[in-house]
């Protein structure tokens, strides 16, 4: 079944300790992103990545960081969370981003993410 | 900041057709327009997208106005489990996608 696998689901940590989120796609997409939602702003981009070893910041980008050493997989991490990383975080991949086919976006189910 | 407006919410009976209004009176010539929906926390779901025909899949109905400055997402037959915030998105290929706050469409019994 093609999907966008975010794990842990749920995460509650505190401040200052270092976590990373996955995310994997089987698609074989080469364009992956990240998004955070928080209420009453709707979801906000982080970080994107056009390719293997190609990534780029998105609106929200301070305080995180990503990798992509591989097509499939596109980690997010925290490096020293703080309490207004607390929100519920999204990964996202398409196809080909800026070709002439659909770059429709797949969405994970979410980890929702909560920094005491 | 998003380049669409869409109402805060909507509701819509059961069976009816629901009909999704967006303003994007400031497209450009190589942007889509593109449709998602997110039920309760989950993560969006892509709908339709459509440049300036008219577009219609398994899911819904895209109408764009001729000017293309606003579109409308059909649902024919609305139930239950349409009940979901609605992003109407402009985009062109290449370019990040800018979630607004989309539509809170309220299915009703």
């Known amino acids: 079944e093609a999907q966008v696998t975010q794990n842990p689901r749920y995460l509650i940590t505190v401040t200052g300790k270092k976590l990373t989120v996955t995310c994997s796609q089987n698609?074989?997409?080469?364009?992956m992103s990240w998004y955070r939602q928080d209420p009453g702003l709707g979801l906000r981009q982080i970080y994107y990545?056009?390719?293997?070893?190609?990534?780029d910041k998105g609106d929200v980008p301070e305080g995180y960081k990503v990798s992509r050493k591989e097509k499939r997989n596109f980690p997010l991490i925290l490096e020293s969370p703080s309490p207004n990383q607390t929100s519920l975080y999204f990964c996202?991949?398409?196809?080909?981003?800026?070709?002439?086919?659909?770059?429709?976006?797949?969405f994970g189910p979410g980890t929702r993410l909560t920094v005491l | 900041d998003a380049k669409t407006t869409q109402p805060t919410s909507m509701d819509c009976a059961e069976g009816r057709a629901a009909n999704l209004p967006c303003n994007h009176s400031?497209?450009?010539?190589?942007?889509?327009v593109y449709w998602y929906r997110q039920i309760h926390s989950q993560g969006p779901q892509y709908i339709i997208h459509?440049?300036?025909n008219n577009e219609t899949n398994e899911m819904a109905s895209l109408i764009i106005t001729e000017d293309r400055k606003s579109s409308t997402l059909i649902l024919p037959h609305a139930t239950l489990r349409d009940t979901a915030v609605y992003y109407c998105?402009?985009?062109?290929?290449?370019?990040?996608?800018?979630f607004g706050p989309g539509t809170r469409l309220s299915v009703l019994p």
């Open positions: 996202a991949s398409s196809l080909v981003y800026g070709s002439s086919s659909t770059d429709t976006q797949y």
């Open positions: 400031t497209i450009s010539g190589n942007e889509y």
């Open positions: 698609m074989n997409h080469e364009y």
């Open positions: 998105i402009a985009a062109s290929y290449g370019q990040n996608f800018v």
């Open positions: 990545s056009m390719n293997v070893e190609v990534t």
């Open positions: 459509g440049l300036k």
